[in-house]
């Protein structure tokens, strides 16, 4: 049995304190602010992947689906052009989607984004092993950016609404990766899903599930740094009290918070991957516009984004109409993933292995990237990398 300290009750944390104490180790959380969920406090947040919690939730008790109402977002994304066409995707239907297209845009049109989607595909098929943090992935994705594949469809209409997957989420689709053709097709293949109480009852289960299999958790702890000693992590100092002592210490805050002579490591990604450079941009609450709003005139909240172009070719902005009010967010850099936008960002991330023996890095400022489903996983990689006691 390890001592192990988690650094951050975000959803990152959450995940890998629940996995650690199943395996039987000696957890603690140390979280800085006064409660645990972290950005899962922020807007009903739909999710794809829902295999990634599922998995978690099957191996340390009940199943996902007893404890959570997890529910499909159904239409699934709403598009409105700026000459106010509404364009209404149903969710995991590729042959609803066709048709949506086809009614909305014109016959062809549905076939067009059957392409994109089949370009996904090929996309997913390449990048998932690294994804998932297998060692030896030797991804070949496809070449080119977004761009370049929004360029190639005949429909001018549907080049922003293809572009807005890199748009809404700070990238700039003329240097993001034609890869991020994976997005639309995870929301069609797998669907999209949000938990009917928000995602904020995701994080106090995985909490009351932590707890109950023996791990701690400690709110209002913010911590400095880890402790390195003899080449290992030691502990953790935290910032106003005395270190704890630590044999394995995942970092789930964000890596830019940890000192430089730590985050200048170079990393690697089970061995293969080198660390990237240290500019990619913390998703921290300070970056995200995140409003809510009373919203005039909902009869039915859903948490389907409304992703609505704006006439000046200018970024498409993201708005829910949730139980509470209207939420609106303004491409958040770093919120889901790939903010950094390069063809290459998925291979800079810092790693969730580093180079100092005991020391892992889990969330959304490390590999695989930001957005719940790869959150999860980076927690995944490194419970797997640690494993039982
Ligand atoms: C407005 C908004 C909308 C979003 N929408 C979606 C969506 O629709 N779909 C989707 O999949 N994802 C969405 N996301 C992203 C998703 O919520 C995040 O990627 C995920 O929750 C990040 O989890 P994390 O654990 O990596 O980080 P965080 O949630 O940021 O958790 C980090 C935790 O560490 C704590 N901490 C920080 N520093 C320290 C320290 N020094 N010592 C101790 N504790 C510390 C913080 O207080 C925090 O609790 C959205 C995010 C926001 C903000």
Redesign the pocket.
């Known amino acids: 049995m390890a001592r192990v300290v988690v ?8 995940c890998s304190a629940l996995a650690l104490a199943d395996f039987g180790h000696d957890v603690t959380v ?4 006064g409660t ?5 406090a ?7 992947l829902p295999a990634v919690l599922r998995d978690l939730f099957r191996k340390t008790g009940r199943p996902l689906e007893k404890e959570l109402d997890v529910v499909p977002v159904d239409p699934a994304v709403r598009w409105v052009l700026a000459d106010g066409t509404e364009i209404t995707v149903p969710n995991a239907s590729p042959s609803g989607a066709r048709r949506t297209f086809d009614d909305a845009l014109g016959r062809g049109s549905g076939a067009q984004w059957d392409a994109v989607v089949a370009h996904g595909d090929r996309s997913w098929r390449e990048l998932r092993a690294l994804v998932m943090g297998h060692a030896g992935a030797k991804p070949s994705p496809p070449s080119g950016t977004l761009r370049d594949v929004a360029a190639s469809l005949p429909e001018p209409r549907l080049r922003p609404i293809l572009e807005s997957y890199a748009t809404r989420y700070g990238a700039d689709p003329a240097t993001a990766p034609a890869a991020l053709t994976v997005l639309p097709y995870l929301e069609q293949t797998f669907g999209v899903w949000t938990v009917a109480d928000g ?1 904020s009852a995701l994080a106090a289960v995985l909490a009351s599930r932590a707890a109950e299999r023996g791990a701690t958790f400690r709110y209002g ?4 740094r880890p402790i390195v000693d003899g080449g290992r992590v030691t502990g953790v100092q ?2 106003d009290d005395d270190a704890v002592a630590a044999d394995v210490v995942v970092w ?3 890596p830019s ?1 940890l000192p430089p002579d730590l985050a200048a490591d170079p990393l690697r990604l089970l061995g293969r991957l080198r660390r990237g450079p240290a500019s990619i941009p913390p ?3 300070g970056d ?1 516009d ?1 409003v809510v709003t009373p919203a005039a005139g909902v009869t039915e909240p859903s948490a389907t ?1 409304s992703v609505r172009f704006p006439d000046d070719g200018g970024p498409a902005v993201v708005t829910y109409d949730t139980p509470e009010g209207r ?1 609106r ?1 303004l491409t ?1 850099p770093g ?3 790939v903010a950094a936008g390069r063809v290459t960002a998925l291979f800079r991330r810092p790693a969730n292995v580093t180079r100092t023996p005991g020391l892992y890095l ?4 490390a590999h695989p990237g ?6 999860a996983l ?1 927690a995944a990689i490194v419970t797997d990398h640690i494993g039982r006691a």
């Open positions: 650094v951050g009750a975000g959803l990152a944390g959450l140390l979280e800085a602010a645990h969920g972290g950005q899962l922020h807007g009903p947040q739909p999710f794809t995602v702890v913010p911590i400095a935290p910032a789930a805050a964000q918070l998703a921290t609450l995200v995140a984004p939420v967010h958040p919120v889901h993933g889990a969330g959304s400022g930001p957005g719940i489903p790869l959150v980076s």
